[in-house]
């Protein structure tokens, strides 16, 4: 892999109150070839690191430890210092070697039903690893014990290395109770942050599941500040979540060269189960759909559209309940990521009371990635279906439309539930390029538009006509962009037609 550029200095960082493209490599350039997302990533990594959640260390130098039936533990040396900590393991029924899903903090996780579905739950407290309730220059912990308490890497980093210790010693422990192949992380409010984390910078996570992560989660840093959530100062002084590098960032998130949208990113191609609560603005719900859509952007160049679902269309607002509306995804998750035994596609149900808009936030395009899908390292990879759309949805848009000569075609794909649909419409140019884009379209009776990304409209039912924005109306011979909206009803029955400038 090719070496990460130098890193920026804080104090030459320009303001960008749009998010970072997350395709542009650090030197300006843009990838494109699926096979560079993984020295991209790499770059993403490190700036993430060095501004936001300061260094998670790789594996130190001895990671001793056992796996029961019953509890892990995990033994760590590393030049001349040692710590340990320990979690516990509650196995389902049956003879494994299990899955497992490692549940940070011990609530909002829907445990029940990952242990009914056959896979074992570890709980793991965060707290042994990087205690809250300590200041930024005594950080404890045995994260803390290994590297130094003025150590600048913040809690989430350092409770994400406590995870990757653990699959350390389940890795090493010949696999007869659990499975370090099959590996997944949940956890809710300040663990949902800690679990998005874990997911983003250890890619043996099959599956990421956070949960109403909140600031410092999910949520893109530049949304915070005009959304009415917790602020980047308060979670920032509240707990030593972040690095401490951040602390310039909290009153000026657009300087950041990183946005969590492309720690959404990091993930990719990776399972990924977003569970937001759209009933408390506290938590950043609408910045957190913006984050998500970000970062579907890569998983669909990356030809994973499928393996990301986004769900914060709930009824009950209490902060981390068990929602019965999450519960079938999680199953076809944690069937698809963690047992091999479905492929259901990924989708985005977000609630109109918290609902983002991408394309107010961004000024780049998507590119279309060429070579094969990259695979984690995983013996469960994700799906490798074709490019799906934003949000992702089943089945993808077919990519075969017939160009038209020196104009335009439009296809059209849905996602449909009960009282609701997600319609995605790619529009492939002809023989020659274009410069701008209409589609119109009827909406079935009772559909009503309530959000749209990437395009203009022209009203929210009935015979619509959909126009291009500044960023996507160039659109290359034989090449492609795509819109969406969220709609009520059922989006069943529309023909989009297309005509070009």
């Not at 890569?298 to 981390?320: F, M, P, R």
């Amino acid at each position: 892999m090719t070496p990460v550029p130098a890193l920026p200095d804080a104090g030459s960082l320009p303001t960008n109150a749009k998010l970072p493209d997350p395709f542009q490599r650090i030197d300006g350039s843009r990838i494109t070839a699926k096979s560079d997302w993984r020295c991209r990533r790499e770059e993403v990594k490190k700036l993430a690191e060095k501004f936001v959640y300061g260094e998670k260390p790789g594996k130190p130098q001895t990671v001793t430890g056992t796996v029961s039936r019953t509890g892990i533990t995990v033994n760590v040396s590393h030049n001349g210092r040692s710590s340990s900590f320990t979690a516990s393991v509650d196995l389902p029924s049956g003879t494994g070697p299990f899955p497992a899903v490692v549940v940070l903090g011990g609530f909002g996780a829907d445990t029940a039903s990952i242990k009914a579905a056959g896979v074992a739950v570890i709980s793991y407290d965060p707290y042994a690893v990087g205690k809250e309730g300590t200041p930024r220059n005594n950080k404890q912990g045995a994260f803390y014990s290994i590297y130094g308490n003025t150590s600048s890497t913040g809690l989430l980093a350092a409770w994400a290395w406590g995870v990757s210790r653990i699959i350390d010693v389940v890795a090493q422990s010949g696999g007869g109770i659990l499975r370090a192949d099959a590996m997944g992380v949940t956890g809710c409010s300040r663990f949902g942050k800690g679990a998005f984390v874990v997911g983003a910078f250890d890619q043996r996570i099959a599956l990421t599941m956070p949960i109403e992560s909140g600031s410092a989660g999910v949520p893109i840093f530049r949304g915070i500040p005009g959304e009415g959530a917790q602020s980047l100062s308060s979670a920032y002084g509240e707990q030593p979540w972040l690095g401490d590098a951040f602390s310039s960032f909290t009153s000026s998130p657009a300087r950041l060269p990183v946005d969590t949208h492309e720690m959404v990113a990091m993930v990719a191609p990776r399972g990924l189960f977003i569970m937001d609560n759209p009933h408390i603005a506290n938590l950043g719900p609408r910045s957190a759909s913006v984050a998500a859509l970000g970062g579907a952007e890569v998983y669909k160049a990356l030809g994973a559209g499928e393996n990301i679902t986004y769900w914060s269309d709930i009824q009950d607002g209490t902060h981390c309940a068990n929602r019965p509306e999450w519960r079938t995804p999680l199953q076809q998750n944690i069937r698809k990521f963690l047992l091999g035994t479905g492929n259901d596609p990924g989708s985005f149900h977000v609630s109109s009371n918290a609902s983002g808009n991408l394309a107010d936030w961004r000024d780049w395009t998507t590119p279309m990635l060429g070579g094969g899908t990259s695979t984690p390292p995983s013996s469960q990879p994700p799906s490798s279906q074709p490019p799906s759309s934003q949000p992702p949805s089943s089945p993808p848009p077919s990519s075969s439309a017939p160009p038209v000569p020196g104009g335009c075609s439009a296809t059209v794909s849905l996602n449909q539930w009960t009282g609701g649909f997600v319609a995605t419409f790619r529009v492939t140019a002809g023989s020659a390029p274009i410069s701008g884009w209409t589609v119109s379209a009827t909406l079935p009776a009772g559909a009503v538009i309530t959000n749209a990304w990437n395009a203009n409209r022209s009203g929210n039912s009935g015979a619509v006509q959909f126009t291009n924005v500044a960023y996507n109306g160039t659109v290359p011979a034989g090449q492609y962009t795509e819109f969406g909206f969220q709609g009520t009803g059922t989006g069943t029955g529309m023909t989009p037609t297309c005509s070009s400038r």
